[in-house]
């Protein structure tokens, strides 16, 4: 019982004296064993969801070197002997990297929330901080669109590429054209007369739409309808169908041209437009009408 003792307090004494270090030393321990429980099932469903296997490599080399940087500066606030200096410094200084490395942090965690949520793919047409494009590249700080538009007016690819940074996607609101079907909803509005025939009008209309859309007609089983509302100068005719985002200006022009065509070859529908008509009325001449007010001249 005495050689126990002995040994026992020959442990306190060395823990006393060393206590920097085991604080130092546990430390380590911690963070590497909290480092492999994280990073392993994290690789693991990166490599099965992130769009390159460059983002992972770079994202798990900074992932690594964030842990060994707060590995070595507990360390060495460990080395002060006090716990409660130890977890002040630590909040302290936390506060102030994350704050010099807020836009980068940023990035990298709006990156992370684009590999877990998935909000859009790469090939998916989005709009994001104003800008409308098909996501051709996402990496750990940037979103590289094609943008569609910009440079002409409709929904055409302009060759034209913007980088939209990760951070931003925190506070900006995003379209996906394909967040769950690469079809949408479109229309094609045109304007006839009152006295044209509105029931011709629809059928050659959702008759246009259903040639044009064929293919995907069979794809989504929706057929092309219409709707109808008053307008000025006639009634307004919406033609509605779905339609491929990506494609979306072709499939317009070609339902455009064929409806087109279908209202100026019938007999009985007319295009309405704003005009005025004059009508001219011939008055009766005055010495027809007597003094009396009943026709017979005066003697």
Not at 2 to 8: A, F, M, N, R, Y
Not at 145 to 171: D, H
Not at 217 to 246: C, I, K
Request: include cysteine; aromatic fraction near 8%.
């Amino acid at each position: 019982m005495d050689l126990w003792d002995q040994v026992v307090g020959m442990v306190v004494e060395f823990a006393q004296a060393h206590r920097s270090g085991l604080i130092s030393l546990a430390t380590i321990l911690a963070l590497a064993v909290l480092y492999r429980v994280i990073t392993r099932p994290l690789r693991r469903y990166m490599v099965r969801h992130a769009h390159k296997p460059e983002n992972i490599q770079n994202f798990l080399l900074v992932w690594r070197y964030a842990w060994l940087g707060a590995g070595l500066v507990l360390v060495i606030i460990a080395l002060s002997g006090s716990l409660a200096s130890l977890g002040l410094s630590a909040a302290f200084l936390g506060m102030i990297i994350g704050w010099s490395l807020q836009a980068p942090v940023t990035g990298m965690a709006a990156w992370l929330m684009i590999i877990l949520k998935r909000p859009f793919r790469i090939g998916d047409r989005i709009i994001v901080a104003g800008v409308t494009g098909d996501v051709q590249d996402i990496n750990l700080t940037h979103i590289v669109l094609n943008q569609v538009g910009g440079t002409i007016s409709g929904e055409e690819r302009s060759g034209r590429g913007v980088l939209v940074p990760n951070a931003a996607l925190f506070s900006q609101t995003i379209y996906n054209y394909n967040f769950e079907t690469c079809y949408l909803l479109d229309e094609v509005a045109v304007l006839i007369t009152y006295e044209s025939d509105l029931a011709e009008a629809e059928r050659m209309a959702t008759e246009a739409a259903r040639q044009a859309t064929g293919q995907i007609v069979r794809e989504t089983a929706q057929q092309p309808f219409t709707r109808v509302e008053f307008a000025d100068s006639g009634v307004r005719v919406r033609l509605r169908y779905q339609t491929l985002a990506t494609d979306r200006q072709r499939i317009t022009s070609e339902i455009t041209r064929a409806v087109h065509q279908a209202f100026r070859a019938h007999p009985h529908v007319e295009f309405a437009y704003p005009h005025m008509e004059l009508l001219y009325r011939q008055k009766e001449p005055e010495d027809s009408i007597g003094p009396s007010g009943d026709g017979a001249p005066e003697s």
